[in-house]
Structures are given as structure tokens and as C-alpha cells.
């Protein structure tokens, strides 16, 4: 039996997260089991991490043949695996250089990193600061809450980062006049994911990149959420025609095994030479194992383009789902297997009601549901996960329709 479920008043972990009063002991592709044997539909995969889903067959062989042979080596020897990764990534993608890190926030700091080192090469170490956007998420680090730029996360932190330069969400003039001799780099998330599931039109994305272009600039793609299949796309941006100079991805590259990783056009690194960087654990075998594992089932022929299938059904079905509960939800939005309902009630009313339904989904800002299943779903677990949606906007109608002091 795994062990009960700690209540917060009993816990001694850092009480940053708020967790709902649930804990799973196992998976099955897209379900997540408890401990009694409470099975939920996972609509929130690990936050867009399990790709996969859960216990997929190919990682589980693949994760525990590596463990019976070895764990981890350093970087002072060399990497097949990682190598192997690397090149298959930059072989599927824009990329000629990849880092490998452990995190998302770890793979934007390399990017940060890595476009500053670009102009200190070149002989502009003046050349530091980046443009972010308004309701950005970059991570969790100092410099990471920096280049997100929200206050909730920066305050109390001691002198926030210097470097980073927040404008509003497509707005050309500010973007314009933000871009100093300074400026070393513009970074985006082509779909805002903390944010609340905005989408950077196409246009907006091109303008970075001719910017770009023009000033010698680095774009940065973060396509940590974004990346590897979620969109119906390997990375969002091939969606828009516009290629980045540096990406970082994380999530689902790891199927839910730990890892991230910066990818880059030889240039763009040109400045991160022996020395420069580096981590312990970044390219792990481990993680090397596993994600070489899910590559070989979301590059396989069909793969991602069938993932573009299944979602625009799931699209569809929400589309009539707000037709039915217009006073609920008042928008879909997204690409792919990332999508949001933005509502008219509280999003975490919302999200408590699914989970009562044996649903899972993930609040995200702007008053936004975000689902965002493995990319494995069947057109059966589409159907169910929109009938347990629809039960959750019916309960939270009826709390709506209680007069309020009872
Ligand atoms: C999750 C996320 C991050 C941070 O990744 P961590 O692994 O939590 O450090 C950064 N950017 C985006 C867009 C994300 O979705």
C-alpha cells in the first residue's frame, strides 16, 4: 500500500504549492489510478510533461533497460546517447547545436545565456538586455521570474536581474522603440501557457523575426509547453513559417522523466565555447534513454499528424460545449492539445468541479482552463473527458444559480 495522502497542516515540505487533496500511486496511459483505485482522466498530463501518458510501454522498457546498465557518467565522457539525441532533434528541427539541461527554466537560462555570450563574442558585451512580453512564464529562477516579469514572483527576491525589458503582447510600436543599442535578443512563447493560452498572431512573429533580421538580434523561442508534438506541429513555430536562432524545450521531450534542453543555429552558439557553460546532470543517460524513446513514437510516421486530428475534434467538442454553457465559458483557445477555455466564473472552481468528475485539468492565467492531454488519446477518451467538462459546467451553473447565503 503506498502511503496515505499528508494534509497540509501536516507537512513539512515548503508550502509553496497548493495541492488539491489527491496523490496517484500509478498510471495507464491517459489515467492517472490513486491508491484505493480511484481512476481520473488526465487532462493535465503532469502540466503538458507526460506526452505519452502514463506508464507508456516504449519508456517504461526503455527507462529500466538503461537503469540495469548505467545512471550517470558526468560530462567529463562522452554522451552516445546524447549525441544521438542531439543530432536527431537538429536533424528535426532548425537546430545545429543542442545543450542539454534539467529543467525548462535551466534550458531558458542557457538561452539567455547563450544570446548575451553571442555579442560578448562579437565584441558587444553591451549587448545584454532582452525583450519579453507582457504575461510571459519563463521559470522560476532569479533570472527566469526576471524575463517573465511578474510581480508576484519577483517581489522579495532581493534586486530583480537586470537585462530584461518587458513590452505588451503585440503591440509593434513598443516592441520598436523597447530595442536599444543594448538590445542582444527578443524571446517569446509562440502560445503563452501560464499565461492563459494566448497565441502570438503569425504576423506579430514574422515582425520578430525580420527585427531580428535587421538588428542582428537573437530570437528566442521558448517552446518549453509548446514543443514536441503538443500543438500538432514538433514545435509551434513551424505552424507560423518563423524559425528561432535559440529554443528551449523541456516537458514533453522527457515524457516525465526530467530534462530540457536549448537548441540553436551554429551561429547563435558561436560565443559558448569549452568552458562556458555547463551542468552535472545535464544529459543524463538516464534522460538521454528516455528521450531518445520519445522520439522514436512522436517521429514515427503519422504521429503528430494524427495528434492534429484528435485535437480538432477535442476543439469541435468544445466549441459546442460553450455554445451549451455560454454563462461558463466564454472562449476556446489554443493550438492543438493545448487548449483553454477562458471562463466567465473562477477558473479554480472550475478545475475543482472537474477533478470531482474524475477529471483533470490545469488553471492558468487570465481566468483560463488549460487541457492538455498526452498526445495518445483516442477519440473514446476525447468523448469522455468533453462529458465529464460538460458535468463540471453544469455543476458550476447550479452553484451560480444558489442564492448566496446559502
Ligand atoms: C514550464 C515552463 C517553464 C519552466 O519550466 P520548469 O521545468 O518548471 O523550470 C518555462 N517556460 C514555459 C513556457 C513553461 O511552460
Redesign the pocket.
Known amino acids: 500500500m503506498a502511503p496515505a495522502p499528508v494534509s497540509a497542516s501536516q507537512s513539512v515540505l515548503v508550502p509553496t504549492y497548493a495541492r488539491a487533496p489527491l496523490a496517484f500511486e500509478r498510471g495507464e496511459g491517459p489515467w492517472a489510478i490513486t491508491a484505493d483505485g480511484t481512476r481520473y482522466l488526465d487532462f493535465g498530463a503532469g502540466?503538458?510533461v507526460n506526452a505519452l501518458g502514463h506508464a507508456h510501454p516504449h519508456l517504461v522498457k526503455t527507462l529500466t533497460e538503461q537503469a540495469g546498465k548505467i545512471w550517470h557518467t558526468s560530462n567529463l565522457y562522452g554522451a552516445p546517447d546524447g549525441e544521438r539525441l542531439a543530432r536527431r532533434l537538429c536533424e528535426a528541427t532548425f537546430a545545429e547545436r543542442v545543450f542539454f539541461t534539467n529543467?525548462?527554466?535551466?534550458?531558458?537560462e542557457c538561452a539567455i545565456k547563450m544570446a548575451r555570450k553571442y555579442h560578448a563574442a562579437k565584441g558587444h558585451p553591451e549587448r545584454y538586455r532582452i525583450i519579453t512580453f507582457e504575461g510571459a512564464?519563463?521559470?522560476?529562477?532569479l533570472a527566469?521570474i526576471a524575463a517573465g516579469g511578474q510581480q508576484k514572483y519577483i517581489d522579495g527576491f532581493g534586486p530583480k536581474v537586470d537585462g530584461f525589458d518587458q513590452v505588451p503582447f503585440d503591440d509593434e510600436k513598443a516592441l520598436r522603440a523597447a530595442i536599444t543599442p543594448e538590445t542582444a535578443a527578443l524571446m517569446i512563447?509562440p502560445i503563452?501557457?501560464?499565461g492563459g493560452l494566448r497565441s502570438v498572431p503569425a504576423r506579430f512573429l514574422k515582425l520578430l523575426r525580420d527585427l531580428c533580421d535587421e538588428q542582428g538580434l537573437m530570437l528566442i523561442f521558448?517552446?518549453?509547453?509548446?514543443g514536441v508534438g503538443r500543438t500538432g506541429k514538433f514545435f509551434a513555430h513551424e505552424m507560423y513559417g518563423v524559425a528561432p536562432d535559440i529554443m528551449?524545450i523541456?516537458?514533453g521531450i522527457g515524457g516525465g522523466f526530467?530534462m530540457?534542453a536549448c537548441l540553436a543555429t551554429e551561429e547563435a552558439a558561436s560565443g559558448m565555447t569549452l568552458g562556458t557553460h555547463g551542468t552535472t546532470f545535464g544529459g543524463n543517460p538516464l534522460a538521454m534513454a528516455v528521450g531518445n524513446a520519445v522520439l522514436d513514437v512522436v517521429l514515427a510516421p503519422g504521429f503528430i499528424e494524427r495528434v492534429g486530428q484528435i485535437a480538432l475534434r477535442l476543439k469541435q467538442s468544445l466549441a459546442e460545449l460553450k455554445d451549451k454553457h455560454p454563462g461558463v465559458i466564454a472562449e476556446i483557445r489554443g493550438e492543438g492539445l493545448m487548449l483553454g477555455l477562458k471562463l466567465h466564473t473562477p477558473n479554480t472552481d472550475f478545475v475543482n468541479e472537474a477533478r470531482a468528475q474524475g477529471l483533470l485539468v490545469v488553471g492558468a492565467g487570465d481566468n483560463v482552463v488549460r487541457l492538455l492531454p498526452p498526445l495518445i488519446i483516442t477519440e473514446a477518451d476525447v468523448a469522455e473527458a468533453v462529458s465529464r467538462l460538460d458535468k463540471a459546467a453544469s455543476a458550476v451553473e447550479a452553484a451560480l444559480k444558489r442564492p448566496a447565503a446559502e
Open positions: 502540466i503538458a529543467s525548462g527554466a535551466e534550458a531558458n512564464f519563463h521559470g522560476r529562477t527566469t512563447e503563452q501557457g501560464e521558448d517552446e518549453i509547453q509548446t528551449s523541456a516537458k526530467p530540457g
